[in-house]
């Protein structure tokens, strides 16, 4: 799971990285408004942990910004203020809950953790699509295991996590390989046709749809009788 960090207080939120990569959570953060608003556009989180008060752009408007967009991250509101207004408008605007600061480690981590059960927390739940089943960190079609690579298994979690959605080339590679890999955009391709050729048995391989110039999108008849 990917959470971003959007809070001008840099030691609060260097704090708040330590804690969830600490977890095992994948962290991405950023200082101001405007840079916030630019990474959850380019890039798919599983959840945004968002300070109100910030320089550039505020969080209210940040919010109302990526609802405009039908971006449906899961968000979590910090505020400093302890107000019925700011706490209203704020969910108002579209976050799913919020927290005040101070806050208690052990809580924001619980509040994660419920914002992300309904993006398949691996920890909570299976996850699947149709036939397609991931089961703590093993893939099923109609029952059957499937022999995956890391990154095959990690590349067929994220369509699930975000089916019948188009996906651009750039966001599968930095979700899977990372800003820092030294491998090319490109390998989003090979392993594409990688998994595509682990669903040829199941006669599933055309369920990964190519979006020609764009990306690619996990589309296919969910209503496939199991065996």
Do not use: C
Request: net charge negative; no cysteine.
């Amino acid at each position: 799971m990917k959470i971003l960090i959007i809070d001008d207080e840099r030691m609060l939120a260097e704090g708040i990285a330590d804690l969830l990569r600490e977890e095992k959570y994948d962290v991405d953060a950023a200082y101001t408004g405007m840079d916030g608003l630019m990474l959850a556009e380019q890039n798919i989180y599983d959840a945004i942990i968002l300070d109100i008060m910030l320089p550039e752009m505020d969080g209210f408007s940040i919010v109302q910004s990526l609802r405009r967009q039908a971006i449906k991250t899961p968000i979590l509101l910090l505020t400093a203020k302890d107000s019925v207004t700011d706490r209203v408008k704020g969910l108002d605007a579209g976050a799913d809950d919020y927290l005040i600061k101070p806050f208690a480690g052990p809580e924001l981590l619980a509040r994660i953790r419920v914002l992300l059960r309904g993006k398949g927390d691996m920890a909570e739940a299976e996850i699947g699509y149709g036939p397609i089943k991931i089961i703590d960190h093993d893939a099923f079609i109609n029952g059957e295991k499937l022999n995956l690579t890391i990154k095959e298994f990690r590349l067929l979690e994220f369509f699930i996590l975000n089916r019948e959605q188009i996906l651009l080339r750039d966001q599968i590679f930095n979700r899977i390989w990372g800003f820092s890999s030294e491998a090319g955009v490109n390998v989003v391709d090979v392993y594409v046709h990688h998994l595509r050729k682990k669903l040829v048995p199941f006669q599933m391989d055309h369920w990964i749809v190519t979006v020609r110039g764009i990306g690619f999108m996990l589309k296919g008849e969910v209503n496939v009788p199991q065996n």
